[in-house]
Nanobody, 124 residues
Framework: VQLQASGGGLVQPGGSLRVSCAASGGTLSGLSVAWFRQAPGKEREFVAA????????RYASSVKERFTIGRDSSKNTVYLQMNSLKPEDTAVYYC??????????????????WGQGTLVTVSS
């Protein structure tokens, strides 16, 4: 399956944005999907993940209560709804997937396919 992230853009602090991860060549419904982000000069970091079997969700502490990961099966996409955005959320956001679930769901190395990222800039 090939992944493509979209929906990034410029948003003011405190604003909201939804980024989406679309799949081609397969369905996301049987895969665990995660969002990572990478800010300039920093390592790629875990943001959120949704499990394939029961749609259990995991979040980084820095985004919990502000971000929501979810599936839109009708569109074969996984979205990341981002609210109360902060300047430190500025980064390129990537989606990725894997078969099954890994206890190391926060580790980029636990995933296979990666899509091209989408840039989210939080600035006034």
């Amino acid at each position: 399956v090939q992944l493509q992230a979209s929906g990034g853009g410029l948003v003011q602090p405190g604003g909201s944005l939804r980024v989406s991860c679309a799949a081609s060549g397969g369905t996301l419904s049987g895969l665990s999907v995660a969002w990572f982000r990478q800010a300039p000069g920093k390592e790629r970091e875990f943001v959120a993940a949704v499990r394939e079997s029961n749609n259990a969700k995991r979040y980084a502490s820095s985004v919990k209560e502000r971000f929501t990961i979810g599936r839109d099966s009708s569109k074969n996409t996984v979205y990341l709804q981002m609210n109360s955005l902060k300047p430190e959320d500025t980064a390129v956001y990537y989606c990725t997937s894997r078969f099954g679930w890994s206890v190391a769901y926060y580790d980029p190395g636990a995933y296979g396919a990666w899509g091209q990222g989408t840039l989210v800039t939080v600035s006034s």
